[in-house]
């Protein structure tokens, strides 16, 4: 199948296009290489050294024999997105390739902007390349958990079918997402909606949980390592965590810690992205899969951190520090997920597993995470 | 009080000036004129022949003695956003300065772009220089009935109590709406729900019917008359049937024409929008409220138009032509609209008197109309 990966250069675009090419799709890819600026821009970096595109690709190819086709350029310029559309004309397209940090959204007024347009433009302008080139091409699309907040009611995919006043209908199902970021993804869904009303796009809906975990089995050499985020803005809970414990700074959970998510380990990720992209939708239907393996509250995260980073001889001490963010800090979590395991999604790493996967390769890059440390502490506040 | 009116230069934006600050209020606005650049771009005008903003402006003031203080610019670019609300510091902003057109939003990727750029930042931009400036200004956002597109349930004012699974909450309600441009609207409803919910900014949030009329009390000259654009890309269904009419052409709904809608005398909008400037919500109150008079179908829309016409020896002939757009055309359409006549709203003017105001005013434009006949017929597809 042919696979075009928006956002190859990405956490999980990258070993996403290794994962598709292993399993003998064709895949090529695009970036504008914006997380690593952006990335750069707070301060920070990715625990874990990551090579350039090209030197990925071609040490990829040494490894496999296999070629990933790379395009450099910006989503949000039409022209641009639809020219290389055009050009590979994808059976599939994965659509991973957003500015993904909650936190770097919530940094001002240009980084709310920056972060709703570019992430807005850039999804409308595969939508439109799609139904210019390739209507028949799967949009696979990476949106997230948080899509639906914390609402009272258990959390179907995508749909509910509800009775209000004596009448019954089936509606998209209300979300209450918690950042500029999160308002965006929500705003693309809406989008993908429309444009499969309107001209039959196929599309997956993905509301991914956080994932975790830095290795897959495609890389056979750090040399095609994925990144490590662990600041406070491009780092997840479970990362921070990881990274405060190696460098022995105590884990700290923002506020009371109920905070509760779905997780799923990287390598179950690409298990769940391959299982759509090789059972893509029906012709003009659109699905909404929610994608994770666990559900955790942020305490119970760093319980587990702490307990796995003592077999490493690493304290891990837990003190819960002021939550930055507006958040409920204890809530219901009962989001369903049925569509991926009827396509025979089994998850193969909880986070027990991982962990002692990721927490000795971060050891290795102690050093990198040392020199940043100053960077997990929460700056940026949800009221300010 | 102090009112700010982005969108000054707008068909509701310069009538509302002038009744507010008839009424009493210091008002000033904010527009980039881009309603006559864009209506210019797609070959069309209003029927009514406008005067410049300065003009309009000096003109006011010799009718009324008051001064209108206004600012041209881009409510698209943060910083003078935040310039004009910091030098005015007002205590309501009105903010009706965005692009309000579903056919221009669906011609290509780039006029849906255009639009869903200029709506959703120029609306972060408000929100943001609010919270900088003024925390405690109301925002009084202009957004439309269209949002919740036709669900086949009651439409309650932004929220409604579902049970779901045997629990309860009160969620916002499922919007479904139809166009690039209506998305946009439905995406800076959920943008204004978050900054209430982090910086506690009061707004009321208003899905407005569709507007007719022309005329209102201070329009003491033509030279004070608001726009009417009535081609295929500006006009309301309602304003190309009076065009049509007045130029001898079959009047000629979109398909079945059972499509139905919620509609507001231009006089009655005023009212609706005064109420709410003079009632402003509780601090860090969000309110929706659903802003209409009477609901109709598009066919009894063109047997009231052809009915009133006939009054002044037009043909008015019904001729139903193929939808360009993707919409039910028989559905259920029962909005709520309780929190308005529970501030005091009561309409004046109905379809009819408004018509028997606006057609002997079109009469008099008769040729500009004729000269732009050509830009009535729909050109713009929703699945092309």
């Not at 958990?145 to 609402?151: A, C, V």
């Not at 956080?210 to 997840?236: C, Q």
């Not at 190696?246 to 390598?267: F, I, N, S, W």
């Given at each position: 199948?042919?696979?075009m990966?928006?956002?190859?250069?990405g956490?999980?675009?990258?070993?996403?296009?290794?994962?598709?090419?292993?399993?003998?799709?064709?895949?090529?890819?695009?970036?504008?290489?914006?997380?690593r600026?952006?990335?750069?821009?707070?301060?920070?970096?990715?625990?874990?050294?990551?090579?350039?595109?090209?030197?990925?690709?071609?040490?990829?190819?040494?490894?496999?024999?296999?070629?990933l086709?790379?395009?450099?350029?910006d989503?949000?310029?039409?022209?641009?997105?639809?020219?290389?559309?055009?050009?590979?004309m994808?059976?599939?397209?994965?659509?991973?390739g957003?500015?993904?940090?909650?936190?770097?959204?919530?940094?001002?007024?240009?980084?709310?902007?920056?972060?709703?347009?570019?992430?807005?433009?850039?999804?409308?302008?595969?939508?439109?390349?799609?139904?210019?080139?390739?209507?028949?091409?799967?949009?696979?699309?990476?949106?997230?958990?948080?899509?639906?907040?914390?609402?009272?009611?258990?959390?179907?995919?995508?749909?509910?079918?509800?009775?209000?006043?004596?009448?019954?209908?089936?509606?998209?199902?209300?979300?209450?997402?918690?950042?500029?970021?999160?308002?965006?993804?929500?705003?693309?869904?809406?989008?993908?909606?429309?444009?499969?009303?309107?001209?039959?796009?196929?599309?997956?809906?993905?509301?991914?949980?956080?994932?975790?975990?830095?290795?897959?089995?495609?890389?056979?050499?750090?040399?095609?390592?994925?990144?490590?985020?662990?600041?406070?803005?491009?780092?997840?809970?479970?990362?921070?965590?990881?990274?405060?414990?190696?460098?022995?700074?105590?884990?700290?959970?923002?506020?009371?810690?109920?905070?509760?998510?779905?997780?799923?380990?990287?390598?179950?990720?690409?298990?769940?992205?391959?299982?759509?992209?090789?059972?893509?939708?029906?012709?003009?239907?659109?699905?909404?899969?929610?994608?994770f393996?666990?559900?955790?509250?942020?305490?119970?995260?760093?319980?587990?951190?702490?307990?796995?980073?003592?077999?490493?001889?690493?304290?891990?001490?837990?003190?819960?520090?002021?939550?930055?963010?507006?958040?409920?800090?204890?809530?219901?979590?009962?989001?369903?997920?049925?569509?991926?395991?009827?396509?025979?999604f089994?998850?193969?790493?909880?986070?027990?597993d991982?962990?002692?996967?990721?927490?000795?390769?971060?050891?290795?890059?102690?050093?990198?995470?040392?020199?940043?440390?100053?960077?997990?502490?929460?700056?940026?506040?949800?009221?300010?």
């Amino acid at each position: 199948m042919k696979v075009m990966i928006m956002g190859m250069d990405g956490y999980l675009g990258w070993p996403l296009s290794m994962h598709l090419s292993s399993r003998g799709h064709e895949v090529s890819g695009v970036d504008n290489l914006s997380r690593r600026k952006n990335v750069n821009e707070t301060g920070s970096w990715s625990a874990t050294p990551i090579k350039t595109m090209n030197e990925r690709r071609i040490r990829y190819k040494e490894v496999s024999g296999k070629d990933l086709t790379f395009y450099r350029g910006d989503l949000v310029e039409p022209s641009f997105t639809d020219l290389v559309v055009k050009k590979e004309m994808p059976d599939c397209i994965v659509h991973l390739g957003e500015i993904p940090s909650a936190p770097y959204s919530m940094i001002d007024v240009d980084h709310c902007n920056y972060t709703q347009n570019n992430n807005i433009i850039g999804n409308n302008n595969i939508l439109f390349a799609m139904k210019d080139h390739v209507p028949n091409c799967h949009l696979l699309k990476l949106g997230t958990m948080g899509e639906y907040g914390t609402p009272n009611l258990d959390i179907p995919e995508g749909f509910f079918e509800i009775e209000y006043r004596g009448r019954k209908d089936k509606l998209p199902y209300p979300r209450q997402p918690g950042s500029w970021y999160h308002l965006a993804k929500v705003h693309e869904t809406w989008n993908i909606m429309f444009a499969n009303k309107i001209w039959g796009l196929r599309a997956t809906d993905v509301m991914q949980g956080v994932v975790h975990g830095v290795l897959t089995d495609d890389m056979e050499t750090d040399d095609l390592i994925t990144r490590f985020d662990f600041d406070e803005v491009w780092g997840t809970a479970i990362n921070r965590f990881c990274a405060q414990a190696v460098v022995g700074h105590d884990v700290t959970p923002y506020g009371k810690g109920g905070q509760t998510r779905g997780y799923l380990a990287l390598r179950d990720s690409m298990q769940c992205f391959t299982l759509a992209v090789e059972n893509p939708p029906d012709e003009t239907e659109y699905r909404v899969f929610n994608q994770f393996d666990e559900t955790y509250s942020v305490n119970a995260l760093a319980e587990i951190v702490s307990k796995v980073a003592k077999e490493y001889d690493l304290e891990g001490k837990i003190r819960n520090i002021p939550n930055p963010r507006l958040e409920a800090e204890k809530h219901r979590y009962e989001p369903d997920m049925k569509h991926l395991p009827a396509l025979g999604f089994k998850p193969k790493f909880n986070l027990e597993d991982e962990l002692r996967i990721t927490l000795p390769k971060l050891i290795e890059y102690k050093d990198r995470i040392e020199a940043k440390r100053d960077k997990i502490k929460p700056k940026i506040f949800w009221s300010q």
